[in-house]
C-alpha cells in the first residue's frame, strides 16, 4: 500500500484562538512540515528578551513597529515598521520591543519546537 501524499490546509487566522503569553504578548500559529507561520500580537511597550535558536526567522510587520537589537554584544538596532521584514540568520542573539501595538507576521525553519511544546519560557513571564 503507497502512503497517503500530503494534503493542503487552509487555515483562517479570525477561527483560531490566540495563545496568550503575557499581558502584552500573543500568538497563533501554524505549523507544516518544515516551516511555521505566527501572528504575533504585541502591546505598546512589550519585550521580547535577548534570544536566539537555530531556526531562520523572517519577521514582516503588518501593523505597528519592533525595535530589535540584532547581533553579538548589545547588537544593532534596527527599527522595523509595517511594511517592512527582517531576516534573523540561524542562531544570532536578538530581542525585540514594541514601539506601538502591533502585529507581526514571523516564519521560521525548521518551525520552533520550543513554541510548540510550550517549554519558551522566556516569552510567557508576566
Not at 511594511?83 to 521560521?108: R, Y
Amino acid at each position: 500500500m503507497e502512503p497517503t501524499p500530503p494534503q493542503a490546509t487552509l487555515h483562517r487566522w479570525a477561527d483560531m484562538p490566540v495563545d496568550q503569553l503575557s499581558d502584552t504578548i500573543g500568538r497563533r500559529l501554524i505549523t507544516g512540515q518544515d516551516m511555521m507561520l505566527a501572528h504575533v500580537y504585541l502591546k505598546k511597550g512589550a519585550l521580547v528578551p535577548r534570544h536566539q535558536h537555530h531556526n531562520e526567522q523572517i519577521t514582516y510587520i503588518l501593523e505597528g513597529a519592533l525595535r530589535f537589537r540584532v547581533g553579538e554584544g548589545d547588537g544593532e538596532e534596527v527599527i522595523v515598521r509595517a511594511g517592512e521584514v527582517l531576516c534573523i540568520p540561524s542562531n544570532v542573539p536578538h530581542q525585540a520591543e514594541a514601539l506601538e501595538d502591533t502585529l507581526d507576521v514571523d516564519v521560521f525553519s525548521p518551525p520552533r519546537q520550543d513554541w510548540l511544546d510550550g517549554s519558551d519560557a522566556y516569552l510567557r513571564q508576566k
